[in-house]
């Protein structure tokens, strides 16, 4: 396989107080080829948003820090960048859109004024080309009245269109990497709908690979490329995502799995997953999940284990299957 | 099944919208605009639809705590809507109600025991017997009988969420409205609930009125299926016919753009266009001509009514004509 | 907008309307009126001089006789005598309103100047040694009743080094009455009141600019590659004034309250210092006229405070 645009190497975000050490991300490794849509997948908590944020340099300081490891992005390590040099490559390189399209669009700035905020910073552009550009860009997303608009607030628009210019401000210095953290889980399945395809697109026209961050694997299953499950701050599979759905294999995916019910298919009884999620400033020694696998061992909760490939390509933490 | 439990006919709630000088009524938001159906006993009703389509709306007036615009609600053969006073307290227990946001419908500084145990109280039963059925009500939900002197901020989502339907059920209600009762919570935690509220309806002989915006989830757990869309029931049907063979074009859109979790045999995707039109501003004639991908002439002008088009089968579609 | 301030200006009228009529009632059931201030007992058939006078003045018919005279020629214009001063009303009230408008104004201004920026500088590097000291300072500051700092201005600046006169709002020597007189008199009393208000400022800054810079959009921004210095000019400061502005149109009553003790304090011929003397003196067509124009006063304060809210706030919109 060509050189990954993006590799994570490793790392460890954790947010350190006196009295504990809340352990977020927790050594995960992941890559995301060019043009490629990698999922990352898991229920709350389990440290998705705090990945995310970790490769923008964004973790909320002072107590979040990212203690270790090395986040590979087109030749450099970002974790070795002086904050200058990062801010050349947030907005610019890499961008990232959020859940919630209200609360993340700056609600005293017009439309306008935020998109060309972003081309002003990394192109060399006048405010007139600027904004003009902004008005091509929310065109091409689909914005109807774009050149009218700019020139109106947030809150005058739709969840749905908020969200799209929330794309057209990320998507405006044509970035490499576009993560998206839940950026569809505040909307409307047919809004949800609009904004996925609407990302597709995004990938094909401007070459950008995805980082797509949801805890639905309905939206894994229609998006992905390439799927990270996160379980407790740890990756615990990590597969293309044809062989995730037709062969889960650590018990956590299969339980989340056989947890949804279906559109389609009659589930007399859902599975459900028993207990909750570990507490990340306490978790248990030997495998994180033992507490609620159906198929733990004591063994299991003696050593933590490796993820392991148990078929090329297809990683899983686990030692039983 | 047996005889209907309860009977809504007609129902309306148009929220004036005021403005200028002197407040003057302008407007109104047609928030429910004529809608009609039956929950009988021992089912469970589900109600789909997109946020602001007018579910808990509907809801909140068959608890009698939103004052309807128009039309009437006859619950266990009595007409409730006028009911006022001590005639409506002698009735409110028999329904209950369990919100998305267990935590927003706690009170924070009542103990778990205080809160289940206050409906009781209030309805003269004495501490003693009181706080046996804390307890018993506790064990049923999942929760230890230690747990009632604890208070709601250190209980899970999920824990919550089952805090409040043993408040709910604490007076032996027949029909429980629940409103996007599952939506907050991750798949794990919402297949518990899920699978609790199954069992304690056969339990208790529970009739529910099953709100979200999941269709997934409304389809596992009812047995017919209401589709509101802008304040209208535009499809209502047997569970099986609706999902097998949805006959409103907006429930075959919002079926189609409902991801689901797998790769093989996906469905073709409707992408509707445009946003859910406001109801203050409802489009004339059939609602979902805005967007139908299947609109003619007719549909802009007059409003189709929801009719039989095959055994519990219900559209209000002009194609059916 | 424009229904909107109409309908507040009406709104005023009812406002005004109880305004008056409570003040009427508290004037007259204080015991004594204006000649018991003024009489000599010296004077023989003291009594009989007395009622002359209340009865020219009007003062011996019924109280609401009285109140609806007064409401007559108020409203058109005719704001009576002062019992004390025998000259006009408005001829007293005039320079006393511009007096107070020059101090009010110049309180307000130092003390947004003076508590906005420290707040920020507070919160930009919140925890810190500053923000810490800083805070045990304001506390201080905040907690010494007034007057006792009032006084304790007047002997540093004014009597120890003389850079500014210790009381009154003009000058006798050349230049008395220019524009530079009355900013240098009414300095040292604005400074005083601002020192104290604005150390609540500072803390509603610091608080406000906090809780901003939390906000989903100040992370967009920084993901858009802006830096710190760009990311709280553009997202945070002006979101952060949202509330300051709120809480100023809030405060507007109190800082009111404030000048008039202020004024008492420095001797400043302000409005304050005249209802406070017509108050001793019982002169009711003073008190009558001072009470209405500061009602006034707070409640237009009050609706430029809303409006300017709305130029803040794009949210908003009126109607
Ligand atoms: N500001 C914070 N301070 C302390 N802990 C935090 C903070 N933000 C997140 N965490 C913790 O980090 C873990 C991972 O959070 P997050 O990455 O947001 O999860 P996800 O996005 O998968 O829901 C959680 O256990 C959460 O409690
Ligand atoms: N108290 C209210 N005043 C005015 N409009 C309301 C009120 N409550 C709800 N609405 C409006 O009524 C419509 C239906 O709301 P709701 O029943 O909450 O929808 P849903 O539960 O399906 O999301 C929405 O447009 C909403 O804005
Ligand atoms: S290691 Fe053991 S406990 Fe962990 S997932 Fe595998 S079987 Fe379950
Ligand atoms: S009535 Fe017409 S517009 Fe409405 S759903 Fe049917 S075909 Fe579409
Ligand atoms: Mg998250
Ligand atoms: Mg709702």
């Not at chain 3, 025998?86 to 007096?99: K, S, Y």
Request: hydrophobic share 45%; with cysteine; net charge neutral.
């Amino acid at each position: 396989m060509a050189e990954p645009l993006l590799a994570i190497k490793n790392l460890k975000t954790y947010f350190i107080s006196k009295d504990a050490e809340v352990r977020a991300v927790d050594g995960i490794d992941i890559e995301v080829q060019p043009r490629q849509v990698v999922c990352i997948v898991g229920e709350s908590g389990c440290g998705k948003s705090m990945t995310s944020l970790s490769i923008m340099r964004l973790v909320p300081k002072p107590k979040g820090k990212i203690v270790d490891g090395e986040i590979w992005f087109n030749g450099r390590d970002l974790l070795k960048l002086s904050e200058d040099e990062m801010t050349d490559v947030r907005g610019n390189e890499i961008s990232m859109i959020f859940q919630e399209p209200m609360t993340a669009l700056n609600p005293v700035l017009t439309i306008g004024e935020q998109i060309t905020e972003v081309l002003l910073r990394h192109r060399k552009m006048t405010k007139r080309q600027a904004l003009a550009k902004a008005i091509e860009m929310l065109q091409f997303v689909g914005v109807p009245r774009a050149s009218e608009i700019v020139h109106e607030y947030p809150h005058q628009l739709s969840g749905g269109m908020r969200q799209r210019v929330m794309i057209a401000m990320a998507m405006v210095c044509e970035p490499k990497l576009l993560i998206a953290d839940e950026p569809t889980t505040a909307l409307d399945v047919t809004i949800q709908a609009q904004v996925l395809e609407l990302m597709k697109k995004m990938r094909e026209d401007f070459n950008t690979s995805i980082i797509l961050i949801t805890h639905d694997l309905g939206v894994v299953a229609d998006m992905a490329d390439h799927v990270v499950v996160m379980y407790a701050g740890q990756v615990v599979e990590s597969t293309d995502a044809d062989s995730l759905f037709a062969e889960p294999t650590h018990p956590y995916t299969k339980g989340l799995l056989a947890s949804i019910p279906s559109l389609e298919e009659e589930k007399d009884v859902l599975y459900s997953i028993p207990g909750t999620v570990p507490d990340a400033a306490a978790f248990p020694k030997g495998c994180r999940f033992a507490d609620r696998c159906p198929i733990a061992q004591p063994s299991c909760r003696e050593k933590m284990p490796e993820l392991r490939e148990v078929k090329p390509g297809h990683l899983v933490r686990c030692d039983l299957v | 099944m047996s005889e209907n439990l309860l009977e809504v006919r007609n129902l309306k709630k148009y929220f004036p919208i005021t403005a200028g000088l002197l407040r003057r009524t302008v407007g109104h938001v047609k928030a429910v605009d004529d809608v009609s159906f039956t929950v009988r006993t021992g089912e469970t009703l589900g109600i789909v639809g997109e946020s602001g389509c007018g579910k808990s709306t509907t809801g909140r007036m068959i608890m009698r705590v939103l004052e309807p615009t128009s039309g009437e609600i006859v619950f266990d053969g009595q007409d409730i809507t006028k009911l006022r006073g001590k005639e409506l307290r002698a009735v409110r227990p028999k329904f209950q109600m369990v919100f998305q946001d267990p935590y927003a419908s706690l009170n924070p500084k009542m103990g778990i025991e205080e809160i289940i145990a206050e409906p009781l109280i209030v309805n003269g039963v004495n501490r003693k017997q009181a706080t046996e059925r804390v307890i018993h009500l506790l064990e049923r939900v999942g929760l230890r009988a230690d747990d009632r002197n604890r208070y709601p901020h250190e209980f899970s989502g999920g824990q919550r969420q089952r805090i409040g339907i043993a408040r709910a059920l604490a007076l032996n209600p027949k029909l429980i409205v629940a409103d996007e009762a599952v939506s907050a919570l991750d798949v794990s935690i919402q297949s518990q609930i899920l699978n609790l509220m199954m069992d304690l309806k056969k339990e208790f002989n529970l009739s529910y009125i099953f709100i979200s915006h999941n269709l997934a989830v409304v389809r596992h757990i009812s047995d017919r299926v209401g589709v509101m869309y802008l304040g209208h029931m535009v499809e209502l049907a047997d569970k099986r016919s609706l999902y097998a063979d949805p006959r409103h074009p907006y429930t075959e859109a919002l079926l189609s753009a409902a991801p689901e979790p797998k790769r093989q045999g996906r469905r073709e995707r409707i992408i509707l266009q445009g946003d859910v039109p406001s109801p203050a501003n409802p489009p004339k004639g059939c609602p979902f001509h805005t967007r139908c991908p299947k609109v003619m002439d007719i549909c802009k002008v007059e409003r189709p009514a929801l009719k039989q088009v095959a055994p519990n089968h219900l559209v209000a579609c002009h194609l059916y004509n | 907008m424009g229904t909107y301030v109409v309908r507040r200006v009406l709104g005023m009228i009812p406002m005004m309307f109880l305004i008056t009529v409570f003040v009427f009632l508290i004037m007259h059931a204080a015991p004594g009126n204006a000649f018991d201030a003024i009489m000599n007992p010296a004077i023989k058939d003291i009594e009989q001089l007395k009622q002359q006078l209340e009865h020219n003045a009007g003062l011996d018919k019924p109280l609401w006789w009285q109140y609806v005279h007064w409401l007559g020629l108020f409203v058109t214009g005719n704001w009576g005598f002062s019992f004390n001063h025998h000259v006009p009303v408005t001829q007293l009230i005039g320079p006393a309103i511009r007096n107070t408008l020059i101090l009010g104004i110049l309180a307000e201004v130092l003390t947004i100047a003076v508590g906005v920026p420290f707040g920020i500088v507070q919160a930009r590097n919140p925890y810190g040694k500053f923000d810490y000291t800083s805070n045990v300072v304001l506390f201080c500051l905040y907690s010494v009743p007034f007057f006792v700092f009032a006084i304790f201005m007047i002997y540093f600046f004014a009597i120890d080094l003389q850079w500014f006169p210790a009381q009154g709002s003009t000058g006798t020597g050349p230049g008395a009455g220019s524009i530079g007189d009355h900013l240098y008199h009414a300095l040292l009393p604005a400074l005083s009141l601002a020192l104290v208000n604005s150390t609540v400022y500072s803390r509603y800054t610091r608080g406000s600019m906090l809780d901003v810079s939390r906000k989903d959009y100040v992370r967009t921004a920084r993901a858009k590659g802006l830096d710190e210095g760009r990311v709280f000019t553009k997202h945070v400061f002006r979101n952060g004034m949202i509330p300051i502005v709120t809480q100023f149109g809030l405060d507007f009553g109190s800082l009111v309250g404030g000048l008039i003790i202020t004024e008492g304090i420095f001797q400043y011929q302000g409005m304050g210092q005249l209802v406070i003397d017509a108050v001793n003196g019982r002169d009711y067509n003073v008190i009558m006229a001072t009470t209405v124009l500061i009602a006034f006063g707070v409640l237009i304060g009050n609706l430029l405070a809303d409006i300017l809210y709305a130029v803040v706030d794009p949210r908003i919109r009126y109607d």
